[in-house]
C-alpha cells in the first residue's frame, strides 16, 4: 500500500506542483537556463541591461536597436548536483550534465528599425534520480524507486527595435516556444510479495511566447527594463536594471538588476550586482555576484560569475562562468525524508559574434 501511495503522490506532485529553482524544476516546469551568451553568464543572467548583443532578442531586444549587422553563437556546459541532507549529513547526492545547450542570433538594421531572428534553449527538462522506500514500521528496505526525465525547451524568436527618442529605444520580440519532455519512473520491489511497476509518460506543448523591454543609452549611465511572457512550462519574468560608467575607477561600468519571477504573484526575487573593467583596449573582465531571500534553514541563495570579451578585428569573442546555489524542502520523491535539500548548477559558456556591417 505504502509504494501504491508514494507512486500515486509522485504522479501528482510531477503533474501538478512547481518547484522553484534548479535541479529540481527539471521534473516540473524544466530547470530555467538564464545565460545565453559569455556576458549575460558572467554577469550573473542579467536580462534587462548589460551588454547589446544579438542575444538580446531573447532577453530586452530594445538593447540592440541601434546594433550593426552582426551574427552571434554560443555553447554551454552546464551541471547541476542536489545534495539531500539530513541532521547535517548528506544522505543523498544527485548530479547531471549536459552539453547541448546553444544558442544562434543575428540582427540587422534597416532603416529607422532592427530586425532580428535567433533560436535558443531556455529550459532543461533532465533529471536522474534514485530513492530506497523503506517499511513504514521498520527500517528495513522494502525497494527502490527511480526517476528519469529527458527533453527540453527552446525559442525561436523574431524582433523588431528601434529608437523612439534620443537615448530611449524600444523593441519587441515574438515567436515559438516549445517543450517536450519524456518521464521514466520504476519502482523495484525487494520482496517477491510486493510488485514491481513502472510508468511513462511525456510532456509536448508550443505556444506564442514574447519579449519586450526599453533601454536608456545614455553617455554615463544606462538602464533598461523587460519582460518575458509566461507559457504553460515557464513563468513570467520582470527585470529591470541600470549601471554607471566610471572613469575614476579606470573606466569600470558598475550596475545593478532587480529580476522577478511571477510578478504580482510569487514574487520571487533575484538580485545582481555586477561590474565590468578592461584590461586592455580590446579586453575586459567582467565580475558578479547574484542573490535571493528565500530562505531555508537560514541559507540564503548565492551567485558568484565572472569571464571574459575581447575584439580582435570584427570578431567578438568570450567566455563565462556562474555558480548559484540555494537550499530548498522538496524532493523529487514523496518518500524521501529530509531537513533540505543543497541545490546548485554551474554553467560555463563561450561564445563568438561576428560584424558583417559597419
Avoid at 531571500?293 to 569573442?317: E, I, K, L
Avoid at 524532493?331 to 546548485?344: C, H, I, K, L, Q
Wanted: glycine content about 10%; hydrophobic content about 40%; some cysteine.
Amino acid at each position: 500500500m505504502k509504494v501504491l501511495i508514494g507512486f500515486a503522490a509522485v504522479l501528482v506532485i510531477l503533474s501538478t506542483q512547481a518547484f522553484g529553482f534548479g535541479y529540481h524544476d527539471a521534473v516540473t516546469d524544466g530547470t530555467v537556463l538564464g545565460g545565453f551568451s559569455p556576458y549575460t553568464v558572467a554577469l550573473g543572467t542579467v536580462r534587462a541591461v548589460g551588454a547589446a548583443e544579438p542575444a538580446s532578442i531573447f532577453t530586452n531586444p530594445a538593447q540592440v536597436a541601434v546594433h550593426p549587422f552582426s551574427v552571434q553563437l554560443s555553447g554551454s556546459s552546464i551541471s547541476w548536483a542536489e545534495r539531500v541532507i539530513e541532521t547535517d549529513i548528506d544522505k543523498t547526492i544527485r548530479t547531471l550534465m549536459t552539453n547541448s545547450n546553444g544558442m544562434v542570433a543575428v540582427v540587422c538594421p534597416l532603416g529607422d528599425v532592427t530586425i532580428g531572428a535567433g533560436m535558443v534553449k531556455v529550459a532543461e527538462f533532465g533529471y536522474d534520480g534514485m530513492n530506497l522506500i523503506f517499511d513504514d514500521q521498520e527500517t528495513t528496505e522494502i525497494g527502490i524507486e527511480l526517476l528519469v526525465s529527458s527533453g527540453s525547451q527552446t525559442e525561436t524568436m523574431g524582433s523588431v527595435s528601434m529608437v523612439i527618442a534620443g537615448p530611449l529605444s524600444a523593441g519587441f520580440s515574438g515567436g515559438v516556444r516549445r517543450a517536450q519532455a519524456e518521464y521514466q519512473y520504476s519502482f523495484n520491489s525487494y520482496h517477491f510479495l510486493i510488485p514491481d511497476s513502472s510508468y511513462t509518460w511525456f510532456k509536448s506543448n508550443s505556444e506564442f511566447a514574447w519579449h519586450a523591454g526599453l533601454a536608456l543609452d545614455g553617455e554615463l549611465f544606462k538602464s533598461g527594463v523587460s519582460y518575458s511572457s509566461e507559457t504553460m512550462y515557464m513563468e513570467d519574468i520582470l527585470a529591470f536594471g541600470g549601471s554607471a560608467f566610471a572613469d575614476h575607477l579606470k573606466n569600470t561600468t558598475v550596475g545593478f538588476e532587480a529580476e522577478i519571477t511571477s510578478p504580482f504573484d510569487e514574487n520571487k526575487f533575484l538580485g545582481k550586482l555586477f561590474l565590468s573593467m578592461p584590461l586592455t583596449k580590446s579586453m575586459e573582465a567582467l565580475v558578479s555576484v547574484s542573490f535571493d531571500d528565500n530562505r531555508v534553514a537560514n541559507r540564503a541563495g548565492f551567485g558568484f560569475g565572472m569571464g571574459f570579451s575581447g575584439r580582435v578585428d570584427r570578431f567578438t569573442v568570450g567566455g563565462g562562468i556562474l555558480n548559484r546555489f540555494r537550499s530548498r524542502r522538496d524532493t523529487a520523491f514523496p518518500n524521501e525524508v529530509s531537513d533540505r535539500v543543497d541545490d546548485s548548477y554551474t554553467i560555463i559558456n563561450l561564445g563568438i559574434s561576428y560584424l558583417l556591417g559597419d
